[in-house]
Nanobody, 124 residues
Framework: QVQLVESGGGLVQPGGSLVLSCAVS????????MAWYRQAPGKQRELVAA?????????????NYGSSVKGRFTISRDNAKNTVYLQMNNLRPEDTAVYYC????????????WGQGIQVTVSS
């Protein structure tokens, strides 16, 4: 079974940085979509960042950021390790949320996979 394990969350002061990692196991193929979402209490889940990779149709990876994190966060992937990262800089209290890793194995797949979520708290 495909499993996603997130790590790297925790408590950080405003202006600080964290790096989240999501390791995907149970598959040997590269993921088409690897993404991070987040959900704060009482709010809907929102896209943080996503990366799309398919050597057969894309000449280069596509990266998409949510407007609230653009310029502060960087998503990257290591396909050899089947791991996606989220470098989070200049963190703000409103970044406080549970962050979820999400992957789609192939572009036409109807089923995606989610991690259990990891807490990020930005507070003084």
């Amino acid at each position: 079974q495909v499993q996603l394990v997130e790590s790297g969350g925790g408590l950080v002061q405003p202006g600080g940085s964290l790096v989240l990692s999501c390791a995907v196991s149970g598959t040997t193929n590269n993921m088409y979509k690897m993404a991070w979402y987040r959900q704060a209490p009482g709010k809907q889940r929102e896209l943080v960042a996503a990366t799309f990779s398919d050597d057969t149709i894309l000449s280069e990876d596509i990266i998409n950021y949510g407007s609230s994190v653009k310029g502060r966060f960087t998503i990257s992937r290591d396909n050899a390790k089947n791991t996606v990262y989220l470098q989070m800089n200049n963190l703000r209290p409103e970044d406080t949320a549970v962050y979820y890793c999400n992957v789609l194995k192939q572009i036409l797949d109807s089923i995606d996979y989610w991690g259990q979520g990891i807490q990020v708290t930005v507070s003084s």
